[in-house]
Every structure is written in structure tokens, then in C-alpha cells.
Nanobody
């Protein structure tokens, strides 16, 4: 059974930093590309960062230069380092194991509960 657990969220002031973690079990971690999504209140879930099995990364324009996605295959964990946070980054953040093909990320049905990030003055 696949189990995804996101953690590391919290409340910070604008300009602050957080490091999110995504721990996975029940699947071959290294066989997947991984994506971080976020969902703000009343909005659809949006992909913000991806990392391939080989370590190549890509970012949504609004987070590029501020967020860094990484993976530790020895620990079956994906990270999202978020710096210079803005109020518009407030959302629930989710990770997902999927496949990146021709610049499109195809998520699987394996979702965790997410972790809340709140950025406010």
C-alpha cells in the first residue's frame, strides 16, 4: 500500500523560509519522477515544481528562483526548500509520484494529506 506523508509546513512572515518534506513508502521511489503541488483556498491544485528520476528540475514561473526541489533516494524523501515566501504562496502543499513526459507531469492517484503553508505579516 502506497503511503505519502508531507510535513514541514507552518506559518511564517513574508520573506521567511520553510523546508517541506515528502516521505514515501510502498512504491519504488527511484522509479518515479516527483512533483510538488499546491492548492490555495477556493482554487484548483497547481503544479509548482518537478524533479525527474535523474535529478532534472523544473519550476512554475512564480516560484522559480525562490523554491528548490530535491530528492534523497536513500531516504525515499523529496524536499521543497521555499525561500523569500510571499502571501500568495499560502496553500496546502502536496507531493506526488508520477511521470514527466515531454515537459508535462502526469501524477498518479497517490496523494497524501498535504501540509499547510501560511505566509502573513
Amino acid at each position: 500500500q502506497v503511503h505519502i506523508v508531507e510535513s514541514g509546513g507552518g506559518s511564517v512572515h513574508p520573506g521567511g523560509s520553510l523546508r517541506l518534506s515528502c516521505a514515501a513508502s510502498g512504491l519504488p521511489f527511484s522509479g518515479y519522477d516527483w512533483g510538488w503541488y499546491r492548492q490555495a483556498p477556493g482554487k484548483t491544485r497547481v503544479l509548482v515544481a518537478t524533479i525527474t528520476d535523474g535529478g532534472s528540475t523544473n519550476y512554475e514561473d512564480s516560484v522559480r528562483g525562490r523554491f528548490t526541489i530535491s530528492r534523497d533516494s536513500a531516504k525515499d524523501t523529496v524536499f521543497l526548500q521555499m525561500n523569500n515566501l510571499r502571501p500568495e504562496d499560502t496553500a496546502v502543499y502536496y507531493c506526488n509520484p508520477g511521470a514527466l513526459h515531454r515537459k508535462s507531469f502526469y501524477p498518479t492517484d497517490n496523494w497524501g494529506a498535504g501540509t499547510q503553508v501560511t505566509v502573513s505579516a
